[in-house]
């Protein structure tokens, strides 16, 4: 059985699970971060949070606040520093909204 | 018991056939799905000596009749094992099997059988189980085919029936030429496969057909099986359409086992006025609800959210003299705690221990989730020390609960537990995950809250989308709060 969660998302919004995880194109930006031409919303915020954790990019003081690299700025709309809980919005400006 | 000719339990086990020890409705689920995982696995391994000594001995329930006249080493000969459905290949390694001289001794007719079961796992058809059948006395004239051989044949037919089931009658009707007339063995054989190779339809005319005749009339356990597979891929009215049509046809009347299947449910599925008209007409038979069907019934109200209404059932059986289990208690308290009576709950545990039940995890793990609900969290804390105390451990479920309450109670402990949660590698509960989050994240733990998301990925906890869809409408939600400025 699918979890309670899943489930609702499922039956309450079939497009708005379709939106996360079909496979899209990236713009150009994106590409370049992620390596492929092709991914999910879900892929890519993946990818995003691994990648902060690899290069420890999180503040040692304040771990909610991601101090951003060359790489990472190019995607997060040149910011220098952004906090954790923005993220997914961030990442979500490049997946357009689908027309209905 | 039941069927006197039932001689070799184990045969039939494979196939998915359970002997009659274990037909009680009540445990049906489990032991049928851990036998059919034996017949799987038995039949995907290649017969090495581990897997076919696993063969043999299946869950202890079911080596009741003790394999008679077989001596150990025979369960290390070397089996044939077929991966091709191509019948000359199989012909051709039996026959050579024959040649060996040191065989000679175990080609007795349970370890023919045995190869007949094994190719009709691969062959295509019938048909071809039938040749190598054929082809098998010929060669080995020892072997004389029993009714277990055309059992086999039957139960291939049933995995992949015709959907006017000609080729299911076609084994019948080879099996009673052969002199072996089917019996309520054979229906319960043939009605198992169907059902769990998912041929309900075929199942219900199969057994319509078959109780047209008094010696392959269905008995409760098989009639109960399919009422119960029914229930759960049907609608109500065609299942008690099809109860009426048994009995009214055939004479064949649901029991009180048949009552509990159906308000099992309609209470799973939340239709507590199904399950009351249930109840009636049972009585109006002649029945009298035994402990399983309060408990049924019980656990309905719990389903509805009328978890009050335990306390009226478990004094009508009271009343009526009903004895109470572990499971009326355990279902009681559930229901008591989940309605905001945990007090209650808690003076039933002295009542327990009076009847000689002692709680378990369930019994604990329910007054918790009660404590967590009347907000005294530190007290379903406490409980946690006093059931480890006792020799009773905790499982998933109370620590999801715990981790539930606490967040809402005292973070800095529920931080805690999922600490230990973590050493022990238990899975978080979607409830309890998003309760988490939330509470982390209220209290500006952002940083933590992408932790436990990681690890709910980790632990396969939840799905990716799941637990990412949680955190982002956490986040979502917290932003928004951010710029009303209610939160940090």
């Known amino acids: 059985m699918l979890p309670q969660r899943m489930k609702k998302v499922v039956t309450d919004n079939p497009k708005k699970l379709a939106t996360l995880i079909d496979l899209v194109n990236l713009p150009s930006t994106f590409r370049e971060f992620v390596g492929r031409s092709q991914s999910s919303r879900l892929g890519c915020f993946q990818h995003v949070w691994s990648y902060i954790k690899e290069n420890k990019l999180q503040d040692p003081n304040n771990k909610n606040i991601v101090h951003c690299d060359a790489k990472l700025k190019s995607i997060l709309l040149g910011k220098t520093q952004v906090e954790l809980a923005e993220l997914p919005m961030l990442i979500k400006l490049h997946f357009p909204k689908v027309q209905k | ?488």
Not at chain 2, 321 to 338: F, H, S
Not at chain 2, 356 to 367: I, K, N, Q
Not at chain 2, 457 to 478: F, G, H, P, Q, R
């Open chain 2, 1 to 488: 018991m039941v069927y006197p000719s039932r001689t070799n339990t184990q045969q039939f086990s494979s196939m998915g056939k359970l002997p009659p020890s274990l037909k009680t409705s009540k445990n049906l689920v489990q032991p049928v799905q851990s036998l059919l995982k034996n017949a799987q696995s038995s039949t995907q391994q290649s017969p090495s000596q581990s897997s076919h000594r696993h063969a043999r001995k299946p869950p202890k329930s079911t080596t009741k009749n003790p394999p008679q006249t077989i001596t150990p080493t025979i369960h290390r000969s070397p089996a044939i094992t077929f991966t091709s459905s191509d019948i000359s290949s199989a012909k051709n390694q039996f026959t050579s099997l024959t040649t060996i001289p040191k065989y000679s001794s175990i080609l007795n007719n349970r370890f023919c059988n045995s190869v007949l079961e094994s190719f009709t796992s691969v062959s295509l058809s019938v048909q071809d189980s039938i040749f190598l059948l054929n082809h098998m006395t010929k060669v080995n004239p020892s072997f004389t085919p029993d009714k277990s051989s055309y059992h086999i044949l039957l139960s291939q037919s049933c995995t992949k029936p015709d959907l006017d089931l000609s080729n299911v009658e076609q084994a019948l009707t080879l099996m009673a030429s052969n002199g072996f007339q089917p019996d309520k063995v054979t229906t319960d054989i043939a009605i198992r496969t169907l059902c769990s190779t998912g041929h309900e339809e075929q199942a219900v005319e199969l057994i319509k057909k078959l109780s047209q005749v008094q010696t392959t009339k269905p008995d409760t356990y098989t009639y109960n099986f399919l009422v119960k597979r029914l229930v759960k891929n049907r609608t109500l009215s065609s299942v008690s359409l099809f109860i009426d049509e048994m009995r009214k046809g055939f004479g064949l009347k649901p029991d009180l086992v048949t009552y509990t299947i159906m308000i099992d449910n309609v209470c799973n599925g939340k239709n507590l006025r199904e399950a009351m008209r249930l109840l009636d007409v049972l009585k109006e038979e002649g029945f009298k609800p035994d402990c399983y069907l309060y408990n049924t019934i019980m656990k309905g109200y719990c389903t509805v959210s009328l978890g009050g209404e335990v306390l009226r059932v478990y004094k009508k059986m009271i009343e009526e003299e009903i004895e109470p289990d572990l499971v009326t208690y355990n279902t009681l308290i559930y229901g008591l705690a989940k309605s905001g009576k945990v007090k209650e709950g808690i003076r039933f545990l002295k009542e327990m221990a009076k009847m000689g039940y002692f709680p378990d995890v369930v019994t604990y793990t329910s007054l918790m989730n009660g404590l967590c609900r009347d907000g005294n969290a530190l007290g379903a804390l406490e409980l946690l020390g006093e059931m480890e105390s006792k020799g009773c451990s905790p499982n998933e479920c109370t620590y999801n609960t715990l981790l539930h309450g606490l967040c809402k109670a005292r973070l800095d402990k529920g931080v805690e537990l999922y600490g230990v949660m973590k050493g022990n590698g238990m899975k978080l509960e979607s409830g309890s995950y998003g309760t988490f989050l939330r509470a982390l994240c209220r209290s500006g733990k952002v940083a933590e809250a992408y932790e436990v998301y990681d690890y709910a990925i980790e632990s396969k906890s939840l799905t990716d989308v799941a637990a990412y869809t949680t955190l982002e409408s956490t986040l979502k939600w917290l932003q928004k709060a951010k710029e009303q400025g209610l939160a940090v």
